[in-house]
C-alpha cells in the first residue's frame, strides 16, 4: 500500500496513452456489465427462486397439447401432494400482436400456491367473485395506463367464444405485485377466471392447459413426480412431470443458446483488450528501463520491482473496469425504466461485480506478466547503459 | 480566453469532419468508395503533394515490421470488431433468408380468423373443402386444385446439444403437399405410406434432434412411429417432420380437423380475387395470407432484435478497437518524431504527412477488417442453430455470411481506423518542426 502513490505516478506518466487504454477497459468493461445482464436474465427465468416445491404436470407429447380435467381428482390423491390447481394457455392480443404479454386462465385456488404474487385482499375476493374479472401484473398495468374497473378487450388467437367471437372482455379487478426483484417479469402477464373461460369457449371444454402440484417435502419431487405419471401410463393422455424449475430450464434454453453466444462474444472482446492492454505495458515498461534500473540501484529487490509493474496493471484494468461496470449498471437501469421488465436484463448486481473483478484481476496479472518479469530480470548495469 | 474559444472550436470541427466522414462512409454504396480510391490513387500519383505523401506514407508501411507487437494491436482489435459484428449480423440474416425463401406470392395460406400463426388455427374439414373449392387455385395433372389441408402440432423431443427437451414441428399433410411445395425432396430413404405410422425429417430437424435418423422410432402418445426419410426443402420446412395428417391426427385426437390450407394460384395476381371470394362467402371466418406476408411476419422481430443487438455491441467494441488504434498511432508518430521533421524541414507540406499518416492506419485497419470477416466467415458461414418460432418449435437456420456483411465489415473497420489515424496525423503535421529534431 505504501508504494500506491509510486504506482499511480508511473500509470500516469503519460496521461494521453493511459486515458485511451482506460477507455478502451471501460469499453470492454461494459460490454461485459450488459451482456452478463442479459445472461442473468436468462438464467434467472430459468429459476424460479421461490418455487422449489412446485411441480409442473404437462402432457408428454408437448406442452401444448391439454389433459382431461379429470386427472384433477387422481393427482390428488397422490401421497405428498399438498396443493393442486391448473391453468391454460389464452395467447390473447391486446390491440396489436406487437404488444406480447403472458395471458392464461386460472383455477380458483391458483393463487394460493403462488404466495410471492401479492394481492389485496379484497382485490383477490373480487376476483373470485367476477365472473369476467381479470388480475395483472403493476409493470404490465402501468405500461397500458390500466386501472381498478377499465374493461380490456383481448383477440382470440386460439379460443374463439362460443358464438364464433374472437373477442373476450375482461373486467380488471385487481394488480397484484412481485417484490422480488429477480421475479419482476412475472408482473407482465394477465390473469382470469377458468370456470368462465371453460363455459365461454367454442371447443376444448372440460381439458387444462397443465397441473401445477405444491409438495409437502422438496426431496420427495421425483418420487411424487414418478407417481403422477404412473396414473396416465399407457393412455392417449400420458404426462410428463417435473419441477417448475427445470420445466423453465427447458423453455429458456429453447429460445437460444445464451450463455454460448454471450461466452463467444466476450471471449473475442477480452481477446482483443488483453493484446491492447499487454501492448501498453510493454510500452510503459520499454520507456522506464532506466527509471526501473535507479529503483534497483537504490535498493528496491527483484520482487519489488515486480510487484510494481503487476499492480500497475492491475490497477490500469480496475479502474477502467469498475468504471465501466459502473456505467453498465446506469445503462441497464435507465433500459429497464423505459422498456419495463420485459426486457431480459436483470439489474447489475452483486454476482456480476464479484466476476467482474475476478476478470480485471486475471487480466490484469496476465497483461503485467511478462513487461513486469522483464523488469525483474533486468541487470542496472545494462539499462543504465542503454544496451 | 481566447486560448479555449479555439480549442473549443477546433474540437468541434474535428467533430463535423468525423461525423461527416462516418455518415458518407456508412451510407456509401461501393462503387462510390471505388470512385473515392480512384481518386485517391489518381492524387498520389499525379500530384506534387500526392507524390509526397505516398514517398512518406511507403516509409511508414515499411517500418511496420518494427512496430509489429502495437501495429498488431490495431489489427486484431479491429478484427475482434469485425468478427463479432459480422458473425452476430449473419444470424440475423441466415434466420432472414431461411423464412423469407419459405414464402412466395403465388402460394397462400388460409387460417382461421384472428389465429397468427398455424399452431393457433383450427379449420374443420368442411371448412378445407370449401376453401379448395374456390376457383382462382391452380390445377394438377389430374386436374385436382393443388391445396393442401394440413395439420401442424408440435412434440417435445429432446435436443442433441443439451439433452433437454425442444419442440419440434409436427406437420401431418396429404398428397397435395407435394404439388404445394415442389422444392421438397428426399435425399435420404424414401416417402411416407399414407395410413402408416411413419414420418419424413427435415434435414434441419434431423441436425436438432437426438433420434430423428432414419430407421429410428420414437413415442408419440403412446404410439409408435418410424422415421423413414429425410428430406430437403432450403427453407423453414427444413425444421418440420411430416406424417400422414389423418394418422396425426387420430394421435393428437383431432379428429377430422386441420390447422392451415395452403395453395398454389393459378397466378399470383389472382391473390386478391381469391381473397375476396373466401371473405364473401358467409360459411368462412378465415384470415388469408400470402406465405410471402406470413413468413415475412415472423421473422421481423427477430431480425430486427438481433440487428440492434449486433450493431450495438460492435460500436461499443469499436469505441474500444478506436482508443486501441489511437494508443498506436500516437506511438508510431512519436518515434517517427524526428524523421517527419526533417521531411519538412527538407520541404515536405503538413498535408501529405497527415495523408501518409491516414493511409498507414488505414491500411492496418483494411487489413484487421479482412481478417476478422475471414474468420467469422471461415466458423460461422452455414453454421447451424434454431431458435423457437412462432409455432412454439424449433426454427433451424443457417448462419450466412453474404458479400454484403463483409462489405459491412470492412467499413466499420476503415471507419475505425480513419477516427484512430487522423488525431495522431494532425499532431504529427502540426508539431513544430524544431521540436521535432530535438526528439532523440
Known amino acids: ?387 | 480566453m481566447r486560448h479555449w474559444l479555439v480549442k473549443i472550436g477546433n474540437a468541434a470541427a474535428a467533430a463535423v469532419i468525423i461525423i461527416a466522414a462516418l455518415g458518407i462512409l456508412a451510407l456509401s454504396p461501393w462503387w462510390l468508395l471505388i470512385l473515392l480510391l480512384a481518386g485517391l490513387a489518381a492524387w498520389l500519383a499525379g500530384t506534387r503533394p500526392g507524390r509526397q505523401a505516398w514517398s512518406v506514407a511507403r516509409v511508414g508501411v515499411a517500418t511496420i515490421p518494427q512496430r509489429l507487437p502495437s501495429s498488431s494491436v490495431v489489427v486484431f482489435g479491429i478484427a475482434g470488431v469485425v468478427g463479432v459484428l459480422v458473425a452476430l449480423l449473419a444470424m440475423g440474416a441466415g434466420f432472414e433468408a431461411t423464412l423469407k425463401q419459405s414464402g412466395s406470392d403465388d402460394t397462400v395460406i388460409v387460417m382461421r380468423g384472428g389465429a397468427q400463426t398455424e399452431l393457433n388455427s383450427v379449420l374443420d374439414h368442411d371448412t378445407a373443402v370449401v376453401i379448395s373449392q374456390a376457383q382462382q387455385i391452380k390445377k394438377n395433372d389430374h386436374g385436382d386444385p393443388i391445396a393442401s389441408a394440413e395439420l401442424v402440432v408440435v412434440a417435445s423431443l429432446p435436443k442433441k446439444s443439451n439433452g433437454l427437451d425442444a419442440n419440434v414441428e409436427i406437420r401431418g399433410v396429404g398428397d397435395r403437399a407435394w404439388d404445394v411445395r415442389p422444392n421438397v425432396r428426399i435425399i435420404d430413404g424414401r416417402r411416407f405410406t399414407p395410413g402408416l405410422r411413419e414420418l419424413i425429417v427435415g434435414k434441419g430437424a434431423r441436425g436438432q434432434f437426438a433420434s430423428l435418423d432414419v430407421g429410428s422410432t420414437l413415442k408419440l402418445n403412446g404410439q409408435l412411429w418410424t422415421v423413414v426419410g429425410v428430406f430437403d426443402s432450403g427453407d423453414t420446412n427444413n425444421s418440420d417432420v411430416w406424417g400422414d395428417s389423418d394418422i396425426v391426427a387420430s394421435t393428437y385426437r383431432r379428429g377430422s380437423s386441420t390447422t392451415s390450407v395452403t395453395v398454389r394460384l393459378t397466378d399470383a395476381a389472382a391473390f386478391d380475387a381469391f381473397k375476396a371470394a373466401l371473405a364473401s362467402d358467409p360459411r368462412l371466418k378465415v384470415d388469408v395470407k400470402t406465405t410471402r406476408a406470413y413468413y415475412n411476419e415472423q421473422s421481423e422481430n427477430l431480425t430486427r432484435l438481433i440487428r440492434i443487438l449486433g450493431t450495438t455491441v460492435a460500436a461499443i467494441m469499436a469505441v474500444g478497437a478506436m482508443f486501441g488504434a489511437l494508443n498506436t498511432m500516437y506511438a508510431a508518430v512519436a518515434a517517427r518524431a524526428r524523421e517527419i521533421a526533417t521531411l519538412r524541414a527538407i520541404g515536405f507540406r503538413g498535408g501529405p504527412v497527415v495523408v501518409a499518416v491516414l493511409l498507414e492506419t488505414m491500411l492496418l485497419a483494411v487489413l484487421g477488417g479482412a481478417l476478422g470477416a475471414f474468420v467469422a466467415w471461415a466458423l460461422f458461414d452455414n453454421y447451424t442453430a434454431s431458435t423457437l418460432g412462432s409455432n412454439f418449435s424449433q426454427v433451424v437456420f443457417a448462419f450466412h455470411v453474404s458479400p454484403a456483411l463483409l462489405w459491412n465489415g470492412l467499413k466499420w473497420a476503415l471507419a475505425i481506423g480513419f477516427v484512430g489515424g487522423l488525431f495522431p496525423a494532425i499532431r504529427a503535421a502540426r508539431q513544430p518542426v524544431t521540436v521535432g529534431l530535438r526528439e532523440l
Open chain 1, 1 to 387: 500500500m505504501k508504494y500506491l502513490h509510486l504506482v499511480w505516478a508511473a500509470l500516469f506518466r503519460r496521461k494521453t496513452r493511459t486515458v485511451f487504454t482506460l477507455l478502451s477497459v471501460l469499453a470492454a468493461f461494459l460490454l461485459f456489465g450488459l451482456l452478463d445482464s442479459v445472461r442473468s436474465a436468462f438464467a434467472a427465468a430459468g429459476q424460479s427462486v421461490a418455487g422449489v416445491d412446485r411441480l409442473v404436470t404437462v402432457s408428454k407429447i408437448s406442452f401444448i397439447v391439454s389433459l382431461p380435467k379429470s386427472l384433477y381428482g387422481r393427482i390428488q390423491l397422490v401421497p405428498g401432494v399438498r396443493q393442486l390447481t391448473y391453468a391454460n394457455w389464452f395467447g390473447g392480443i391486446y390491440q396489436d400482436p406487437k404488444n406480447f404479454f403472458a395471458n392464461e386462465a386460472i383455477a380458483g385456488n391458483f393463487l394460493d400456491l403462488y404466495p410471492e404474487w401479492q394481492l389485496p385482499d379484497d382485490e383477490r375476493k373480487a376476483f373470485r367473485n367476477t365472473r369476467t374479472g381479470a388480475i395483472v401484473g403493476r409493470s404490465l398495468a402501468d405500461k397500458y395506463h390500466w386501472k381498478l374497473g377499465d374493461k380490456i378487450p383481448l383477440q382470440a388467437t386460439i379460443f374463439p367464444q362460443k358464438g364464433g367471437s374472437n373477442t373476450w372482455t375482461f373486467d380488471i379487478v385487481g394488480i397484484y405485485r412481485v417484490t422480488n426483484p429477480k421475479l419482476k417479469a412475472q408482473e407482465e402477464a394477465l390473469f382470469f377466471n377458468w370456470d368462465y373461460f371453460d363455459e365461454a369457449r367454442q371447443f376444448g371444454t372440460g381439458t387444462v392447459g397443465w397441473y401445477i402440484l405444491k409438495v409437502a417435502d422438496p426431496a420427495q419431487a421425483d418420487r411424487i413426480a414418478a407417481a403422477v405419471d404412473a396414473l396416465s401410463v399407457n393412455s392417449d393422455h400420458e404426462t410428463k412431470t417435473q419441477t417448475e424449475q427445470a420445466f423453465r430450464v427447458a423453455f429458456v434454453s429453447q429460445f437460444a443458446d445464451i450463455g454460448l453466444i454471450v461466452g463467444a462474444i466476450m471471449g473475442a472482446v477480452f481477446f482483443t483488450l488483453v493484446l491492447l492492454t499487454g501492448n501498453t505495458m510493454a510500452q510503459a515498461v520499454r520507456e522506464r528501463i532506466s527509471e526501473i534500473a535507479i529503483l534497483k540501484t537504490i535498493g528496491f529487490s527483484n520482487h519489488s520491482v515486480l510487484g510494481l509493474v503487476l499492480a500497475e496493471s492491475v490497477l490500469l484494468l480496475l479502474l477502467g473496469g469498475a468504471v465501466g461496470l459502473a456505467v453498465a449498471g446506469v445503462v441497464v437501469e435507465a433500459v429497464r425504466t423505459a422498456m419495463g421488465p420485459a426486457i431480459p436484463m436483470a439489474p447489475v448486481g452483486g454476482a456480476t461485480w464479484v466476476r467482474g473483478a475476478a476478470l480485471m484481476l486475471g487480466i490484469g496479472l496476465v497483461v503485467g506478466a511478462v513487461p513486469a518479469s522483464r523488469g525483474m530480470r533486468l541487470r542496472i548495469v545494462d539499462a543504465l547503459a542503454n544496451r
